[in-house]
């Protein structure tokens, strides 16, 4: 069945270090995107793509970047960690209708 | 002002009740509305998509768009233990989802 993986499920890092997430799906979707979830905000767009070599800044974009080599693949790097930047990471997909289907998650922890 | 709202609740409801949830917005951009069901410590999934203004019934899930109101509802009838979750109102526009904050809903046995 086609799926979308998260990886680290779990991640403890700390201050100013590189940290990147990887999201791997097999739909074939052409549109990702990586959401932050904290409580009492919901879900925040980080960066989102539509295709390869695509992408885009979201709602809140500061300190994170992404890169789509290919279609299956929308790694999340956090440049330079910080504790404001502990949350849970989730990846999504979507076929190019509103759509969209997530990953587990990552639980980040900066320290 | 957030583009999407929605009461973070808590609701606790019993067995069987009719659990009802809704969302208000304000951009006029938005063409596509859903509802996530996102379990503790799992990833949204989705529940119901609509595009248009009225109801669309699929099983016990009712899901009510009004535009003209930018109001958005979900309707949960003959609620069971298993609907215990948290419900994500989420809008788009070129692809990208604005979400509300999520309302807890507890089913009590």
């Known amino acids: 069945d086609a799926e979308i993986t998260q990886s680290p499920r779990h991640k403890i890092t700390e201050t100013g270090r590189q940290v990147t997430l990887a999201c791997h799906q097999t739909?074939?979707?052409?549109?990702m995107f990586w959401y932050r979830q904290d409580l009492g905000h919901g879900l925040r767009l980080i960066h989102y793509?539509?295709?390869?070599?695509?992408?885009n800044k979201g709602e809140v974009s500061d300190g994170y970047s992404v890169s789509r080599s290919n279609t299956e693949d929308l790694p999340l790097t956090l440049e330079s960690a910080a504790s404001s930047q502990t949350s849970v990471y989730f990846c999504?997909?979507?076929?190019?209708?509103?759509?969209?289907?997530f990953g587990q998650g990552t639980r980040l922890t900066v320290v | 002002q957030k583009e999407v709202e929605q009461d973070p609740g808590p609701l606790s409801v019993p067995e069987g009740a009719i659990v009802s949830l809704n969302c208000t917005y304000s951009n006029s951009a938005f063409q596509y509305f859903m509802w996530y069901r996102q379990y503790s410590r799992k990833g949204p999934e989705l529940l119901m998509y609509?595009?248009?203004?009225g109801n669309k019934e699929d099983g016990r899930f009712t899901a009510q768009v009004d535009k003209s109101s930018k109001y958005i509802s979900l309707f949960i009838r003959d609620s069971q233990p298993s609907d215990s979750a948290t419900y994500l109102c989420a809008m788009s526009y070129d692809y990208k989802l604005s979400f509300g904050a999520g309302t807890t809903v507890t089913v009590r046995a």
């Open positions: 999504a997909s979507g076929a190019g209708t509103a759509e969209a289907f």
């Open positions: 793509s539509y295709g390869v070599h695509d992408t």
């Open positions: 609509t595009y248009s203004s």
């Open positions: 739909w074939n979707h052409n549109n």
